[in-house]
Nanobody, 124 residues
């Protein structure tokens, strides 16, 4: 069993930065992959970024590539999402997710565990 708890969301102006954190508890394997998803009102949940727990290989959605950075601290059992140059269209509830599968997974049903979500609001 894996438990995930997100934090760090809030209100920020366009062009600003924010860092989200996901505290991980429970069993993780070297093949474990962590990801961030987001869901805006009236829209489907979409993939943002993922990282392999062992080795740190990363994968990003085109919409955030170059602006967002996913990272992890193994000692703290925490995954981060550093968000820069934020845009109003980045406004959404951001969710942390985990899978025993590949970090290339982009769909919600491919992930085994989910956090409760944290709200990010970007004003213009």
């Amino acid at each position: 069993q894996v438990q995930l708890v997100e934090s760090g969301g809030g209100l920020v102006q366009a062009g600003g930065s924010l860092r989200l954190s996901c505290a991980v508890s429970g069993r993780t394997f070297s093949s474990y992959a962590m990801a961030w998803f987001r869901q805006a009102p009236g829209k489907e949940r979409e993939f943002v970024a993922s990282i392999r727990w062992s080795g740190g290989l990363t994968y990003y959605a085109d919409s955030v590539k170059g602006r967002f950075t996913i990272s992890r601290d193994n000692a703290k059992n925490t995954v981060y999402l550093h968000m820069n140059s934020l845009k109003p269209e980045d406004t959404a509830v951001y969710y942390c997710a985990a899978t025993y599968g590949s970090l290339w997974h982009r769909q919600s049903h491919e992930y085994d565990y989910w956090g409760q979500g944290t709200q990010v609001t970007v004003s213009s």
